[in-house]
């Protein structure tokens, strides 16, 4: 008897396939031209490409290794996330400072998007669970979207500070610059695990 499919599960591997069809088709003309540049916006596909490949291995250790709370969760997502900068801060230390152009190892950028994505996966759907399980029900909707318009406002305000990797290049270094958000995310974390007792008797036993 054949099995029935979803349309959505079919529409997907449709998706993928067109996708990794476009992606290969791009690489190869690239790679075959007589003049080639690797630009960091083929680099985006990368987060895609660890959380496929990461999410089943993530979800494996919270059930059978270690499921800490969720405002540990968070704590280890900003963690990783400001080892990602790290990795920039020390990749880009011998640009100088207000350098117009560099030139650096593309394995800076490929361990910044790892370790940012795996910090994303201890994060947001870490973050959508808790949402789901801590709202009024009646509330259910308005806290989803309030959580989604932290999320803009967050990208909003990363773009203004981002805005600012000319300024402080010039004025300092390139390095610098990622330190600094380095630096925000490891002072989130640690006021974040310094409240996880308080937070976690806030949640009423749920995990």
Same mark, same amino acid.
Request: hydrophobic share 55%.
């Given at each position: ?11 997907? &591997? ?8 476009? *992606? ?43 499921? @800490? ?6 704590? &280890? *997502? ?84 981002? *805005? ?9 270094? &390139? ?9 925000? @995310? ?10 996880? @007792?308080?937070?976690?008797? &806030? ?5």
């Amino acid at each position: 008897m054949m099995q029935q499919y979803p349309a959505t599960i079919i529409a997907t &591997m449709i998706s993928f396939v067109i996708i990794w069809f476009l *992606g290969i088709w791009k690489i190869q003309r690239e790679f075959t031209a007589f003049e080639t540049e690797v630009v960091a916006s083929w680099f985006q596909i990368l987060n895609a490409f660890f959380i496929i490949t990461l999410a089943a291995v993530f979800s494996k250790i919270w059930e059978k290794v270690w499921n @800490p709370s969720g405002p540990v969760k968070f704590a &280890m *997502g900003l963690f990783l996330l400001g080892v990602g900068f790290v990795v920039l801060a020390y990749g880009s230390k011998d640009i100088p400072q207000g350098a117009a152009t560099a030139s650096v190892s593309m394995v800076w950028l490929i361990a910044a998007y790892f370790f940012h994505t795996t910090g994303e996966l201890c994060l947001s759907p870490v973050g959508l669970s808790y949402v789901s399980k801590l709202s009024p029900k009646k509330l259910i909707g308005l806290v989803f979207g309030l959580w989604f318009a932290s999320s803009a406002i967050a990208n909003f305000t990363g773009s203004q500070l981002g *805005g600012l990797i000319d300024k402080i290049s010039t004025e300092y270094s &390139m390095s610098h610059f990622f330190g600094i958000f380095a630096a925000l @995310p490891w002072t989130a974390a640690l006021i974040l695990l310094l409240l996880t @007792p308080l937070l976690k008797k &806030m949640m009423h036993g749920i995990r």
